[in-house]
């Protein structure tokens, strides 16, 4: 027989014993339960133990069974966990008579396993909530399937003393489940029941109710009548609504301070969603996987215009709680707006008198239980490109899922970035990365990114010895990070954002990376993000970037993309700009102050970046002007892209990529009164022909042949999916971010490679 590439001599009914350590995503996902059942299904004897390091299984029987056994670990593994390695040896037959499985020891040993992100509830788990007496219509079931795991978890080993549900004294008849082996709550730590488990309370005014059946009654009136709750979920809370009622998520967007971000949408099951968006066979699969996560789909069918303003995308997801099941058993709507419980940018709530303080005046009731969440997770999204799952957000269901690296990153800390921080520690091969944490420029955000650095050192046994953060002096990260007063190293940011795209792509070795996006530190002081790099995870050369050009008013401008058009027309065209139509519709004082300021050169950064190119082609067509949330304007001029269109605009390139042609054709274009979704499907087409065309002459002169496409602006799909496409078809080896966010989410990731490479080499 044969597996992981040794062998046991022969196929026979000889009696032999092995030994098999098995790594990767392994606890708390019922592995242990589904190795005790696959034995006795193969009549082998011995045990199996969880270890800080893994799963340990020992096995005696007759060599055909051990082989049908080995060949049967991965296939039938339990949904949520994820093998790394299965190594195996033989060792002496001791003659054991049963096959048992031993209780989790702490060993100490700094070695640690994964920690199981959450998982959304399974179907067992769904027929048991109408069948079981104790669990009829509760809210908290699980099993070893399924269930709440990282946002419950304070320490390692995941044993019940170490969660949320340390509190929660064990009923007999639950007892009995979680110590029975054969049972599917067989050490299922969170295992609950109405008598002994978590409970949830409706408080609506100053009446509280506590009787589920009647709380679900309640939800069920209290949303027909338009009314807003405040619900305690996995992660965090959620503030929900009928997204029927225009009304209602018109006052959400107000009292939420939200004015025009998209909110997500639950759709009750998979044959509602697909009522209302396109949905291909990947996507699909993506929307129904045990993560559950929130899918950027195809909007088909009406919904009003307050949930997405008119946006063709919508964020949808299912039910992944058995409370979201309940509630649209008894709902009279079969779509609900559920967003983040937070006011404007704070990170949400996770606490009931947070959430009960916090977002007050928003919700008309609150929906709280008294189960603590101790890591909170936010809906994670993506999207299909291409065929192929990107996360957008990582949080719930991913983190704190480790990706391994061909080195060792032993006490490395990355502090991320600024904006959409997520940090990564390094133990052993691993990176380790946060959930997305937020904006560390809201206080509160930044609150949560210091506990969570500590509440991943305890988690991971983790001691920083060496950190890495972005080379701009001003992130909180990277002050936080210098403070922390051990060996440090700043790395620029695109250089991370194309590390972070080679490591999850396991790539070590000089690439032509492509990143494109708002923002990042330069080492020439400016402003960095329509950028060509030629690099590997020790060194890298800015070999082309877009033009840099002054933006007037700093920070300003990514609030106002008007104020990028302007400052592109104005270096392009001088006194030529007030014969532009643009011009004459802003405010003319306004201007001239800008104007003044953009010849004094006060306040007006360069900048390259990619993001204010896309705010100032969007603000110039009219379809953005101010921007409410990050990143509108370009995600605005994407949405009314007309498909099929292969035209582009001129541009020049000789190292520094002009778009001064392209500016003037595009008011030509609006002169003529060309479709505004034509000249957005020309601009998005000349940033992809750049790209090829600058690839190319890399690629000429250096031989390379292998592009990294990572930064925030490949969030856009079109551009994504035809920057492959484009390369791909001229022959290039195209990698772009699944796992981790190309956005700068996944900053850390590369971070971290850069450190732990660096580290090596010494
Ligand atoms: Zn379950
Ligand atoms: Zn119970
Ligand atoms: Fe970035």
Same mark, same amino acid.
């Given at each position: 027989m044969k597996k992981e590439g040794l062998?046991? %001599?022969?196929?026979?009914?000889e009696i032999s014993a092995i030994k098999l350590q098995i790594t990767g995503l392994?606890?708390?996902?019922?592995f242990r339960p589904f190795i005790y059942r696959l034995a006795n299904i193969y009549d082998l004897k011995g045990w199996v133990d969880n270890s800080n390091a893994g799963v340990e299984v020992r096995l005696e029987g007759n060599e055909k069974s051990l082989g049908n056994f080995l060949s049967t670990i991965r296939i039938a593994a339990p949904s949520a966990s994820s093998i790394n390695n299965i190594d195996w040896k033989i060792v002496g037959y001791e003659g054991f008579t049963d096959f048992s499985i031993i209780k989790s020891k702490d $060993?100490?040993?700094g070695k640690i396993t994964e920690i199981s992100p959450d998982i959304a509830v399974c179907t067992d788990c769904l027929m048991d909530m109408k069948s079981q007496q104790n669990r @009829?219509?509760?809210?908290?079931i699980n099993c070893t399937n399924c269930g709440p795991r990282f946002s419950i978890i *304070?320490?390692?080993?995941? #044993?019940r003393k170490n969660t949320?549900?340390?509190d929660f004294q064990l009923c007999p008849v639950c007892k009995s489940e979680y110590l029975d082996? *054969? $049972? =599917? =709550?067989?050490?299922?730590?969170p295992v609950a029941c109405k008598i002994c488990g978590p409970s949830y309370e409706l408080i609506i005014g100053s009446k509280h109710h506590t009787d589920f059946s009647i709380i679900l009654k309640k939800i069920s009136r209290l949303t027909q009548d338009g009314k807003i709750i405040a619900i305690k979920g996995m992660g965090g809370f959620h503030l929900m609504c009928d997204a029927l009622q225009e009304e209602t998520v018109i006052r959400l967007r107000k009292t939420k301070i939200r004015e025009a971000k998209p909110f997500a949408l639950m759709f009750k099951d998979l044959i509602t969603l697909k009522e209302y968006v396109e949905l291909n066979q990947e996507e699909e699969k993506l929307v129904t996987s045990w993560q559950r996560p929130i899918v950027l789909l195809k909007q088909k069918k009406l919904l009003?215009?307050?949930? &997405?303003?008119?946006? &063709?995308?919508l964020g949808c997801f299912l039910p992944y709680l058995p409370l979201h099941h309940l509630m649209f058993e008894h709902?009279?709507?079969?779509?609900?707006?559920? %967003?983040?419980? $937070? *006011?404007? #940018?704070?990170? @949400? /709530? @996770?606490?009931n008198n947070t959430a009960r303080k916090n977002l007050a005046g928003i919700y008309d009731a609150i929906l709280i239980n008294n =189960?603590?969440?101790i890591n909170r997770t936010d809906d994670s999204v993506c999207m299909v490109v291409n065929g192929k799952s990107r996360l957008i957000r990582r949080s719930r269901?991913? /983190?704190?899922?480790p990706i391994n690296l061909p080195f060792s990153t032993e006490g490395i800390f990355a502090a991320g970035a600024e904006l959409a921080n997520c940090f990564a520690i390094g133990k052993d091969h691993q990176a380790i990365a946060s959930q997305y @944490?937020?904006?560390?420029?809201n206080l509160e955000t930044y609150k949560y990114f210091k506990y969570s650095f500590q509440l991943f050192s305890r988690l991971f046994r983790f001691r920083p010895t060496f950190v890495i953060h972005d080379l701009?002096?001003?992130y909180l990260s990277t002050k936080f990070a210098v403070e922390l007063d051990v060996k440090s190293m700043a790395v620029q940011h695109h250089w991370a954002h194309i590390a972070s795209c080679m490591a999850e792509n396991n790539l070590d070795e000089k690439v032509i990376g492509i990143a494109l996006d708002g923002t990042g530190f330069g080492t020439d002081g400016t402003i960095w993000g329509g950028e060509f790099l030629i690099c590997d995870l020790s060194n890298f050369e800015r070999y082309s970037h877009f033009e840099a050009i002054p933006l007037p008013g700093g920070d300003k401008v990514i609030h106002q993309p008007w104020r990028s058009t302007l400052a592109y027309l104005y270096s392009y065209f001088k006194e030529e700009i007030w014969s532009f139509d643009f011009v004459n519709q802003l405010n003319r004082s306004e201007i001239e102050i800008i104007l003044q300021a953009l010849d004094q050169k006060i306040n007006c950064p360069l900048s390259s970046s990619a993001g204010r190119l896309f705010d100032a082609v969007a603000s110039l067509i009219g379809v953005? =002007?101010?921007? %409410?949330?990050?990143?509108e304007a370009p995600m605005r001029l994407e949405a009314i892209l007309i498909n099929g269109i292969e035209e582009y605009y001129s541009f020049s390139f000789d190292k520094i990529i002009s778009f001064k042609k392209m500016f003037k054709e595009i008011i030509n274009d609006l002169k003529s009164d060309i479709a505004i979704g034509v000249i957005s499907a020309k601009f998005h087409n000349t940033i992809i022909e750049v790209i090829v065309q600058v690839a190319e002459q890399i690629r000429m002169e250096s031989g390379l042949q292998k592009a990294a496409l990572s930064g925030g602006?490949?969030?856009n799909k079109y551009l994504l999916e035809k920057t492959e496409n484009r390369l791909s078809e001229m022959g290039f080896d195209v990698y772009s971010q699944h796992k981790?966010?190309? $956005? #700068?989410?996944?900053i850390a990731l590369g971070q971290l490679a850069i450190a732990a490479k660096e580290k090596n080499v010494d």
């Open positions: 062998h046991i %001599t022969q196929v026979s009914d392994v606890q708390g996902v019922g $060993n100490n040993s @009829i219509d509760y809210p908290f *304070k320490s390692l080993p995941y #044993d949320s549900m340390h082996v *054969k $049972n =599917r =709550r067989f050490h299922a730590q009003p215009i307050a949930i &997405n303003q008119e946006l &063709n995308s709902l009279k709507t079969s779509v609900i707006v559920l %967003t983040s419980g $937070n *006011k404007a #940018d704070e990170p @949400i /709530a @996770i606490g =189960r603590d969440i269901s991913y /983190a704190p899922a @944490i937020g904006d560390l420029k701009h002096p001003d953005c =002007r101010n921007s %409410t949330y990050h990143a602006s490949f969030q981790f966010p190309s $956005n #700068d989410g996944g």
